[in-house]
């Protein structure tokens, strides 16, 4: 086998390894009850290969199964977004505006937004981890309000709102009526951070994605958010890179 066609290692001696595109990446197996086959995905918050596999479907033809994959893999790691630190001087989109990251070490350590400023003081290199918790916590702040307004004015109950950083959803809901979000939302502008919203709070009364459900979502939102779809379409994948650094 020529050398630049050795997409994946056998595990015998070490991790499986893709490499391709001028990439290595571990190649991450696990197993799942629910797979029914074996599947391939790409995390786009750090280009992660992982391969699933049904629980007792064996190793080796599923690993040659996934280096037959190379082109797949190769465009979805084109498509993971470049890492943006948040880092002084950087900028990042923030409820609908750009926000510019000042830092000066003798400011205070406390994040403080004014205008389209964030400033933040202390060591340099805490200044990306100070950074990311203040959005989270605007994240959580303004969802947790944002989400029991919406339900309270449709007399819709529901649970506790969390935020988390999820792979592939920006918002989920439990059976129990527990409502997760992605803090990335806080980097959309208020309308599609709204539409997600209306669109979690409508699963409190359909778990589907029917037309009644769209229809609720629609009441809830005000009209129908198709704009704020194609955002999505377009601008969400960049925002798994936001606070990267790799
Ligand atoms: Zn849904």
């Given at each position: 086998m020529p050398a630049n066609s050795n997409i994946i290692l056998s595990i015998a001696n070490s991790d499986p390894v893709f490499s391709g595109g001028g990439l290595t990446r571990a190649l991450t197996v696990t197993r799942s009850a629910r797979a029914r086959r074996m599947r391939l995905a790409v995390d786009p918050r750090d280009g992660a290969v992982k391969l699933i596999l049904p629980r007792r479907a064996a190793l080796a033809p599923a690993l040659a199964w996934a280096e037959q994959q190379r082109t797949w893999i190769e465009a979805a790691l084109a498509a993971v977004p470049a890492g943006q630190p948040l880092g002084p001087g950087m900028r990042l989109p923030f409820d609908g505006a750009m926000l510019a990251i000042e830092w000066r070490r003798d400011a205070s350590r406390t994040v403080r937004l004014e205008g389209d400023h964030l400033f933040v003081g202390g060591p340099e290199e805490l200044v990306p981890g100070r950074v990311l918790r203040w959005l989270k916590a605007e994240a959580r702040r303004r969802l947790e309000s944002e989400t029991r307004a919406v339900a309270m004015r449709a007399g819709i109950a529901i649970g506790r709102v969390r935020i988390g950083d999820p792979r592939t959803r920006w918002g989920s809901c439990s059976s129990a009526g527990d409502i997760a979000y992605s803090w990335?939302?806080?980097?959309?502008?208020p309308d599609v951070r709204a539409a997600i919203v209306a669109h979690e709070v409508a699963h409190r009364l359909h778990m589907n994605h029917s037309p009644d459900f769209h229809a609720v979502v629609a009441r809830l939102f005000g009209r129908e958010p198709k704009a704020e779809r194609a955002w999505l379409r377009a601008n969400g994948t960049r925002l798994h890179g936001i606070g990267r650094t790799g």
């Amino acid at each position: 086998m020529p050398a630049n066609s050795n997409i994946i290692l056998s595990i015998a001696n070490s991790d499986p390894v893709f490499s391709g595109g001028g990439l290595t990446r571990a190649l991450t197996v696990t197993r799942s009850a629910r797979a029914r086959r074996m599947r391939l995905a790409v995390d786009p918050r750090d280009g992660a290969v992982k391969l699933i596999l049904p629980r007792r479907a064996a190793l080796a033809p599923a690993l040659a199964w996934a280096e037959q994959q190379r082109t797949w893999i190769e465009a979805a790691l084109a498509a993971v977004p470049a890492g943006q630190p948040l880092g002084p001087g950087m900028r990042l989109p923030f409820d609908g505006a750009m926000l510019a990251i000042e830092w000066r070490r003798d400011a205070s350590r406390t994040v403080r937004l004014e205008g389209d400023h964030l400033f933040v003081g202390g060591p340099e290199e805490l200044v990306p981890g100070r950074v990311l918790r203040w959005l989270k916590a605007e994240a959580r702040r303004r969802l947790e309000s944002e989400t029991r307004a919406v339900a309270m004015r449709a007399g819709i109950a529901i649970g506790r709102v969390r935020i988390g950083d999820p792979r592939t959803r920006w918002g989920s809901c439990s059976s129990a009526g527990d409502i997760a979000y992605s803090w990335r939302l806080i980097l959309m502008p208020p309308d599609v951070r709204a539409a997600i919203v209306a669109h979690e709070v409508a699963h409190r009364l359909h778990m589907n994605h029917s037309p009644d459900f769209h229809a609720v979502v629609a009441r809830l939102f005000g009209r129908e958010p198709k704009a704020e779809r194609a955002w999505l379409r377009a601008n969400g994948t960049r925002l798994h890179g936001i606070g990267r650094t790799g």
